[in-house]
Nanobody, 122 residues
Framework: QVQLVESGGGLVQPGGSLKLSCAVSGGTLDFFGIGWFRRAPGKEREGVSY????????GYADSVKGRFTISRDIAKNTVYLQMNSLKPEDTAVYYC???WGWGLTDDQYNYWGQGTQVTVSS
């Protein structure tokens, strides 16, 4: 069974940066997609970014495009989300998920991590 563990969350000031990690076990990144999602207080979960297969296919939500970058390290079986120019509205619990598909909707994913809190505040 695929297991995912997120790390790297924390408190950061507006304009700052964080790099989230999603360590994957029980499967190899070449064969499935990884998505990053977030849930802010009082809001529905939303897709943030995804990367699929060899990494040639990736995408971002409009709200993070140009600020967030998804990448992967095959040797470490880990996917990263580099978040720059953070805004208070980026505050949320961030989750990574794996599945056979790709995209920003959670119906493409079967396995989910426990989440890591990101708080952007001065």
């Amino acid at each position: 069974q695929v297991q995912l563990v997120e790390s790297g969350g924390g408190l950061v000031q507006p304009g700052g940066s964080l790099k989230l990690s999603c360590a994957v076990s029980g499967g190899t990144l070449d064969f499935f997609g990884i998505g990053w999602f977030r849930r802010a207080p009082g809001k529905e979960r939303e897709g943030v970014s995804y990367i699929y297969g060899s990494g040639a296919r990736s995408g971002y939500a409009d709200s993070v495009k140009g600020r967030f970058t998804i990448s992967r390290d095959i040797a470490k079986n880990t996917v990263y989300l580099q978040m720059n120019s953070l805004k208070p509205e980026d505050t949320a619990v961030y989750y990574c998920a794996s599945g056979w598909g790709w995209g920003l909707t959670d119906d493409q994913y079967n396995y989910w991590g426990q989440g890591t809190q990101v708080t952007v505040s001065s």
